[in-house]
């Protein structure tokens, strides 16, 4: 099992950027992958940005050129670096750990606003 707490939504001006943390309760190294999703308002929830063990990443179109993910071991942290931010940008972010046992497990969320 693993506990995920995401932080650093906000408000935002279009154009701005922000960066989101999900801290894992364990080594983020062993998971098989994290990933940071969003579902806005009346949307289904999408796939920003996924990062395997193995380094190997992948962005929704949508993100890409704007959007970054990375991690960083040594604090159990998956980031989301965001970018020239768009008011169709606007969501709540989750965080998602792929367990090498197959489980996945959903942090709860963190609301990014960004105003036109």
């Known amino acids: 099992q693993v506990q995920l707490v995401e932080s650093g939504g906000g408000l935002v001006q279009a154009g701005g950027s922000l960066r989101l943390s999900c801290v894992a309760s364990?080594?983020?190294?062993?998971?098989?992958?994290m990933g940071w999703y969003r579902q806005a308002p009346g949307k289904q929830r999408e796939l920003v940005a996924a990062?395997?063990?193995?380094?190997?990443?992948n962005y929704a179109d949508s993100v890409k050129g704007r959007f970054t993910i990375s991690g960083d071991n040594a604090k159990n942290t998956v980031y989301l670096h965001m970018n020239s931010l768009k008011p169709e940008d606007t969501a709540v972010y989750y965080c998602k750990a792929y367990l090498r046992t197959g489980s996945d497990y959903w942090g709860q969320g963190t609301q990014v606003t960004v105003s036109s």
């Open positions: 364990r080594s983020i190294f062993s998971m098989n992958a």
């Open positions: 990062i395997t063990s193995g380094g190997r990443i």
